[in-house]
């Protein structure tokens, strides 16, 4: 079993929607959550960045950390075409050998016009 | 400010043969971390430098090594490639101000596919 699982999709939904995307892990030591969006053949570029528990909003862009459930969440409101991309969570520790990012295998993401 | 640079951005090799590949991070950052990406295996995680020293290392054989020189720039190299090297490698820069700081956003570069025949 991997250490983060992440629904690879892809996902459709029309333009305007409200688009969830999520992620599970299972090391507890995790404490830096992040997502990174990847268009095609580019490198990934990152959207949000939360320690521990709790909400972070950032224009059309909130991430949720539940530690508790092991569980973290992306969600765009008024998704555009323009949100067409992979997503891909990320996640670390800073205690000794959690020290290097573990991704989840992205989820694939289409805005239909 | 400029963003991280990698050189090749393509590159065709046949088995057997050896690639080195190069890394240019972000004005400042200290820390180069490497990743392979594949459709299979998503990213994985190489090898981290920081001050020319290789602080954290994934779970790939020996063929698959790097360096960091003094000005930050870092080369991975892969030897004795085989078909499944094929993939994305992605180079990520982070701050890295404070040698025991964990929790320094990375930056990725575009990324140098390599394909192997």
Excluded at chain 1, 46 to 61: A, H, I, P, Q
Aim: aromatic share 12%.
């Amino acid at each position: 079993q991997k250490e983060v699982e992440q629904d690879p999709g892809p996902l459709s939904v029309p333009e305007g929607a409200i688009v969830s995307l999520n992620c599970t892990y299972s090391n507890s030591a995790f404490q830096y959550f992040m997502w990174y969006r990847q268009y095609s053949r580019k490198g990934p570029e990152l959207l949000m960045y939360t320690y521990s528990s709790g909400n972070k909003e950032d224009g059309r862009f909130t991430a949720q950390v539940d530690k508790s459930s092991k569980y973290i969440s992306l969600f765009i409101r008024d998704s555009q075409p323009s949100d067409s991309a992979t997503y891909l969570c990320a996640m670390k520790g800073s205690n000794f050998g959690n020290e290097k990012l573990t991704f989840g295998t992205g989820t694939r993401l289409t805005i239909i016009p | 400010k400029a963003g991280v640079t990698q050189t090749p951005r393509y590159l065709i090799k046949t088995r057997g043969q050896q690639v080195t590949l190069s890394c240019s991070p972000i004005s400042g950052h200290r820390s180069v971390s490497w990743y392979q990406q594949t459709p299979g295996q998503g990213l994985q995680f190489l090898f981290e430098y920081f001050s020319e020293t290789q602080r954290n290392k994934g779970n790939f054989p020996g063929r698959f090594s790097g360096r960091q020189f003094s000005n930050s720039r870092s080369e991975m190299n892969v030897s004795t490639l085989e078909l499944g090297d094929s993939a994305l490698y992605l180079c990520a820069s982070s701050l890295a101000l404070l040698a025991h700081r964990r929790s320094d956003t990375q930056y990725f570069g575009p990324g140098t596919r390599l394909t192997v025949l």
